[in-house]
């Protein structure tokens, strides 16, 4: 299979530029050298995949590239999705020192991008174990970032690993679901592709739907790793969702990604006050959309959004609409979409319709981002992989289920947090897999 | 209003401040020399007069530090590649405008008596206020028996000062060479040679760097490179042991102009406390042009106003006798670090360096019991390290998450477990914490009281014996 089909667009590539440019090579020397290479170091800490942050960055500094990019990938496969994509902004530098230094912290993210582009220029490979050195057969169903990162992790130590993704393209929400202008789907792909030149075998388009599918991987392999993420974008549950116009977020951003959805224009709405909220309403801007408006029933101060997100969507001029909640949705005799809404109170935790506060908003799109819903369908049905509120519960040190051949991690044993969370969740199983196989070896 | 003027130094050389260009390309022509004038300089030494040369290119490479451009510089230009008649003609037309600013002419030429009193003659007739000897150039003139190659000599340089002495009518300073076992040697061959004064120091000798790519050292004169003078203020320490040298020492001291690194007021105001009546800069006015005297002037003069000292001999030489054998050393005074939770930073490197580069007295991890009098167990670097890499962090998401995170985590801006402390009953008080420390006064040195007496390593010693 191939894991790099999808060209570059152009115009895509205009329309959503880099919302972090990279940096030069004087620029990022300049700005390694502001490092103070702390010694245990608290962006490192903050890092869920604890990459050496000081020893990549000064290794920028010195010249030293490859020993820069080789530092970030012994710690994250997926260090140059994760340099674009992390929000740094509360993790690594979050965390930087620098804050208390009367100074902005170090640009981490970008020096990281830095040295993985400096690397991927060279196309120089990853050197791994020899394939099969132990004889280890692990199967990760999903081929987003936990199942990346577990099946290259398994790879470096000699295990044999296959990534079974029931889409065409491999990478998950790296190559759908993360905005353009953070994360482009060519990136993804280079690093789906990076991770299937060490040796890990994709097996794209293959669903695995039934009790029978996974018996017969129960059959080929050892150990199972579930990275399947989340279910589908959750529902409105109002009259008129159904209709022309309305499409999830998650639908919306992998489809102008993947270019089956070029330009917008008119008015659109996102209901919802999460970071994939915003990555729709801000795509929505740069597809051509006039007004973009983003409605949330509670206020500021509650929505989830990073508050940097927040602010981004501000300056890509997203209209926020606060309090207010859509109750239908209806077309006019033009075929434009009439969104009802009215305004909420919070009486408690509970919302109260305010009366005669009821507003049509007169749109193109609706974009509903309200969240996915907590369901692994899969493995609803497997004994004794325990569920809680719909998410695999897993010891958090080694990722392993209830049932001792099967690990999971990324979304649909987190709940649903970053790519870094899930590459963390990975490694840790595909360490926690070949403890298990060295032992019973010995 | 502090006075910064120079009164006499050498015994007739009066000047409007002490800061004066050294001998090099910023004072290569008249031109030049009036501009440094206005920007306000306090006297120049014209680049070095004789035979006129032909240069090397490239002729300059340098030493940068961490993006820091220029921390030093190395050059293997020669003397004037002008005319004697040009530059000295110029320096005549100089001296008609600028008639208060001191013009020192610095001189090279040939080790013959004829030759020195001649040019001495010309350059005095041109109008020069003084001269200033170079015996310390140290590449390429050196190579033909002049530069270095006489002020290495204790010999050379006392008879050929003696000849210039025969004929000058200005003051004559020697400029040393750092170059030599023990500077006090040559220093003292001057003194006795006649010498009104010295300048110190040249440069250092130095190979700056190589390049990688072609692994020739740099500069790279067409695959080759050559030994060149090292300037800029990495060599400031160096000049600073020097000059003391120089100054503590009866037999050498003269009237000093100090320079080898000088790029600032507080820079000038060390050469001064050690006994320089004037300082020379070359590479700062290289790097940033001659605008820079502006703020050494001024920063000179407020920290005069400040201090209360009315004129440069207020305070020059006050740390002269600051300085002792080590053996001269109090070894009873003890100090201690101590680090103020209120302004550290958390960032770890006083703890790396102590326990990697000292005597494993910092920690992270805080001891409640009693400290004194008991060998403490610590966790080391890597024990430290490994801990928070094998720790399970994740992305803060929710609000109620970032809210936790966010929370500081007792009454110091860093987290209480983020800030190393230092273990006082083992602290030899070696100072380095408090220099890798990137925050102003976290670290400081504590005296310890109860350490007894002044006793130092002689006294000691007798004890013992």
Not at chain 2, 285 to 293: E, I, S, T
Not at chain 2, 307 to 329: C, E, P
Request: charged letters at 20%; one cysteine or more; a negative charge.
């Amino acid at each position: 299979m191939s894991t790099t089909s999808i060209p570059d667009d152009l115009l895509l590539r205009e329309r959503f530029t880099d919302i972090k440019p990279p940096l030069s090579p004087q620029a990022a020397v300049i700005e390694a050298n502001r490092c103070l290479n702390c010694f245990d170091a608290p962006c490192t800490a903050a890092c869920p995949t604890h990459i050496d942050v000081p020893g990549f960055i000064k290794r920028i500094s010195t010249g030293n590239l490859r020993g820069s990019a080789l530092r970030i990938l012994d710690a994250n496969i997926l260090g140059s999705s994760c340099a674009k994509a992390c929000p740094v902004e509360v993790l690594c530098e979050g965390a930087c020192v620098m804050h208390r230094y009367n100074s902005e912290p170090i640009q981490i993210g970008r020096l990281q991008r830095y040295a993985m582009d400096s690397f991927q220029a060279t196309g120089e490979e990853l050197l791994t174990a020899p394939r099969g050195s132990r004889n280890v057969q692990v199967a990760c169903i999903g081929g987003g970032p936990a199942s990346l990162a577990c099946a290259a992790e398994l790879c470096r130590h000699g295990a044999h690993a296959i990534i079974i993704e029931r889409n065409e393209l491999p990478g998950g929400l790296n190559t759908y679901g993360i905005a353009e202008y953070k994360l482009r789907t060519s990136d993804s792909l280079r690093e789906a592709e990076m991770i299937r030149r060490m040796g890990v075998e994709f097996r794209t388009g293959a669903a695995i739907e039934t009790a029978e599918a996974l018996e017969e991987l129960e059959s080929e392999f050892d150990f199972l790793f579930l990275g399947v993420g989340l279910g589908a974008m959750q529902r409105m549950n109002i009259p008129g969702e159904d209709q022309k116009g309305v499409l999830n977020a998650l639908e919306f951003i992998a489809s102008y990604k993947t270019g089956r959805l070029k330009e917008m224009s008119g008015t659109v709405v996102v209901v919802g006050a999460g970071n994939t909220a915003i990555d729709a309403a801000s795509a929505a801007r740069r597809l051509g959309a006039e007004t973009v408006y983003l409605l949330y029933r509670r206020g500021e101060r509650e929505m989830t959004a990073f508050d940097f997100e927040y602010e981004h969507a501000k300056h890509e001029g997203v209209q926020f609409l606060w309090r207010r909640q859509p109750y239908a949705i209806r077309t006019n005799e033009r075929g434009r979409l009439l969104l009802d809404t009215v305004q909420v109170n919070e009486v408690g935790r509970s919302l109260q319709p305010v009366e005669g506060s009821e507003n049509v908003i007169e749109c193109d799109y609706v974009i509903p981002a309200i969240g996915q819903s907590p369901f692994a369908q899969l493995v609803q049905d497997l004994r004794r992989i325990e569920l809680r509120n719909g998410i695999i519960v897993v010891d958090p040190e080694t990722g392993q289920t209830g049932n001792s051949r099967y690990f999971a991690g990324g979304d649909c044993a987190n709940g649903g947090r970053e790519v870094v969370d899930a590459v963390a969740d990975g490694k840790r199983a595909a360490r926690a897999i070949m403890k298990i196989a060295e032992a019973a070896y010995a | 209003m502090p006075d910064i003027r120079v009164h006499k130094f050498a015994g007739k050389i009066d000047a409007p401040n002490p800061f004066w260009l050294a001998s090099g390309p910023t004072t290569n022509t008249g031109e030049q020399i009036m501009r440094a004038f206005d920007a306000g300089w306090g006297g120049v030494v014209w680049k070095t007069i004789g035979d006129p040369i032909k240069n090397a290119s490239p002729r300059y490479s340098s030493v940068d530090l961490n993006g820091t451009r220029m921390m030093g510089l190395n050059n293997i230009e020669l003397i004037s590649d002008r005319s004697i008649e040009d530059n000295l003609r110029e320096l005549g037309e100089v001296k008609k405008y600028y008639p208060y600013h001191p013009i020192i002419a610095s001189l090279m030429v040939e080790s013959k008596r004829e030759a020195w009193h001649e040019i001495v003659q010309r350059t005095e007739d041109a109008g020069a206020d003084g001269l200033e000897l170079n015996f310390s150039c140290p590449h390429g003139m050196n190579e033909r028996g002049m530069g270095s190659a006489v002020g290495q000599v204790p010999e050379y340089t006392e008879k050929i000062t003696a000849w210039v002495k025969e004929k000058a009518r200005t003051p004559v300073l020697v400029k040393l060479s750092p170059n030599v076992t023990d500077i006090r040697a040559i220093a003292a061959a001057a003194r006795r040679g006649g010498a009104d004064g010295l300048s110190a120091i040249n440069t250092v000798n130095s190979i700056i760097g190589i390049d990688l790519d072609t692994l020739v050292p740099r500069p790279n004169v067409d695959g080759a490179s050559t030994h060149g003078g090292y300037a800029g203020p990495a060599i400031k320490p160096i000049a600073l042991n020097l000059v003391q040298q120089i100054m503590s020492d009866p037999a050498s001291a003269l009237p000093l102009s100090g320079m080898g690194g000088i790029s600032s007021w507080r820079d000038a105001v060390e050469f001064i406390l050690l006994g320089c009546s004037t300082v020379q800069v070359c590479t700062a006015a290289m790097h940033y042009g001659y605008r820079v005297v502006e703020d050494m002037a001024e920063g000179l003069e407020n920290w005069m106003r400040t201090r209360g000292f009315a004129t440069l001999d207020d305070f020059r030489g006050l740390s002269l006798d600051r300085v002792t054998s080590w053996n001269g050393l109090n070894l009873n005074y003890k100090v201690v670090a101590h680090i103020d939770e209120q302004k550290c930073i958390g960032c770890g490197l006083c703890q790396i360096a102590c326990w990697d580069g000292a005597h494993q007295c910092i920690h992270s991890d805080r001891v409640t019991g009693p400290i004194n009098g008991r060998i403490e167990l610590h966790d080391g670097p890597p024990t430290v390290e490994f801990r928070s890499r094998t720790s399970f962090a994740t992305t803060p998401v929710t609000r109620q998450e970032r809210a936790a995170a966010a929370t500081s985590h007792g009454p110091f801006p860093t987290p209480l477990a983020k800030i190393p402390r230092v273990d006082e009953t083992e602290c030899t008080g070696c100072n380095l914490c408090a220099l890798v420390c990137p925050v102003d006064d976290c670290i400081t040195t504590l005296r310890v009281t109860e350490s007894g007496r002044p006793e130092n390593q002689d006294q000691q010693h007798s004890v013992a014996s």
